[in-house]
Every structure is written in structure tokens, then in C-alpha cells.
DNA sequence: ATGACGATTTACT
DNA sequence: GTAAATCGTCATA
């Protein structure tokens, strides 16, 4: 399938979140494809949002790729010991970021096993849903970590995003997309409270409460909103 | 130079 | 449900 150009990506974060999902992240590793449907997806709005790294506009070597083109990708390491990755949306000068925060893995299954695989936990006893079900998850499956930030995701040979067979920005024909608060900033405050988390209702893969939050942009039929 | 803190995951009670 | 692991980043001095 054919990788996402520029325009693409050049969207409000709270537009291109849900847009990706459906869409195929893939890292090429040493010749081998690394893939998964990406499933679960946070939007960072920038210098208003109290959860984003770039709130208030800070600007420092770390969040500098969020200040980038639409579609630089924007990976960061936390808690001593976990990377995450983000896409950055918006235009040059607006540091807007997507969160990629759970894939359904397809291709490389095998590689990402041994990536994720602890003395703990062995191979044997990993199972699709353990591999790309989070954030740093994801990132160590398919050996994402901090020299891969600030790369044009538009034409790195190392990772890029693809689409689908079929638009999924509705959901039909899929699983519906619903909204919900994000994960693990609670000292946003109110921001803490707004629905910018998307994911694919019920899917497996999807890292933590899969059901619940709203459908987002209801087609026929749909529930009735309430929080 | 120093100290506080994570856009998390895992294991354990 | 709670807690530990573990260190780069950032603000303050």
C-alpha cells in the first residue's frame, strides 16, 4: 500500500488521531518488515493543551520535532526506561502530535516476540495481544526508540505509515470508532477531561478499556452520547 | 549541580 | 487494587 504523503498528515492533531486509525505503521528493521493496524491513538493539541510536552510552546532539543513538518515523527523516552512514539500534525511552528497507542500486529510477529520477550516471559507464553497493546509497548516491538525522532516519516526507509485497503475514518465496514479521555494525565486538569483518545471499540488489541468513552461522529444508528 | 517528575508496564497482594 | 522499576529531561540555582 502507498505511504502517507505530506498532505496527509497536515492536519489538527484531534482530526489526523482519528484518521490514522485503521492505518498500517510499519518499520523496516534489518530487511524485515515490522507492521500492525494501528488501533488506539491519543491527539496532544500544543500550547494550550496542559498534557502536551510542547504546552505553554515549550521548545527544547526533546519536543523540537513536534515544531516540525506535518508527518516528523516525534519519539521520547520516560520513566527511566519506556520510549513512546507520536506523529507530528499540524503545520511548521505548530507542535501538534499524534500519540500512537496500540497496533494490531500483522507482519513480523516472530521479531516483535523476541523484542518483548523477558526471562519472565518467554517467547513461547507471549500472544499477539501482549505485543503492540500500549505505547511502549508497541515502540519495543518493533525496536522504536529515540534515534528514530524527528524523521520525515514521508520518506525515512526506517518507518512510515500506510494506508488502508479502505477508508476507516467512519468506521463502517469496521469496528466504530469511539472517543474517550487519555491515559495517564490526569494532572491536566480540565484538559484531562476532554475526549481526545480514539479508538476502535472492542477491538482486542486496543491497550486499556476497550469499551466505553462515545462514538465518535455517530453514522446511523449509532448510541446516544453521554460521558 | 541538583532535585522532581513522568503521554508506562509489570508483578504482586 | 497498589507499588516498584529506573533515568533523561527540565527548571531552578
Known amino acids: 500500500m502507498p505511504r502517507l504523503r505530506r498532505r496527509d498528515y497536515a492536519l489538527p492533531a484531534d482530526e489526523l488521531a482519528p484518521r490514522l486509525l485503521g492505518h498500517t505503521l510499519v518499520r523496516l528493521l534489518d ?3 515490522l507492521a500492525g493496524v494501528i488501533v488506539e491513538t491519543e491527539a496532544y493539541l500544543g500550547p494550550e493543551d496542559r498534557a502536551a510536552h510542547s504546552y505553554n510552546n515549550r521548545r527544547t532539543p526533546r519536543t523540537e520535532p513536534m515544531f516540525g513538518p506535518a508527518g516528523t515523527s516525534y519519539v521520547y523516552f520516560t ?6 512514539m507520536n ?4 503545520e511548521v511552528g505548530v507542535p501538534q502530535a499524534v500519540l500512537i497507542r496500540a497496533l494490531e500486529p500483522t507482519e513480523g510477529l516472530d521479531t516483535m516476540r523476541a523484542h518483548r520477550a523477558t526471562p519472565r516471559r518467554p517467547v513461547a507464553a ?14 519495543q516491538a518493533l525496536a522504536i526508540d529515540r534515534s528514530l525522532t524527528g524523521l520525515d516519516l514521508t520518506a525515512s526507509d526506517q518507518l512510515w505509515v500506510e494506508a488502508p485497503a479502505r477508508d ?26 476532554r475526549h481526545l483518545r480514539y479508538f476502535l471499540c472492542g477491538h482486542p488489541h486496543v491497550s486499556s478499556r476497550r469499551t466505553g468513552g462515545r462514538p465518535w461522529k455517530p453514522q446511523g444508528g449509532g448510541n446516544p452520547a453521554g460521558p
Open 87 to 90: 506523529i507530528a500534525a499540524a
Open 79 to 84: 520513566y527511566g526506561m519506556h520510549h513512546c
Open 126 to 139: 507471549l500472544r499477539p495481544a501482549d505485543l503492540c497493546s500500549g505505547p511502549a509497548k508497541l515502540c
Open 31 to 33: 530487511g524485515t518488515r
Open 168 to 193: 476507516t475514518t467512519t468506521g463502517s465496514g469496521f469496528l466504530q470508532i469511539h472517543t474517550g479521555t487519555r491515559i495517564g494525565v490526569g494532572y491536566a486538569g480540565a484538559w484531562a477531561r
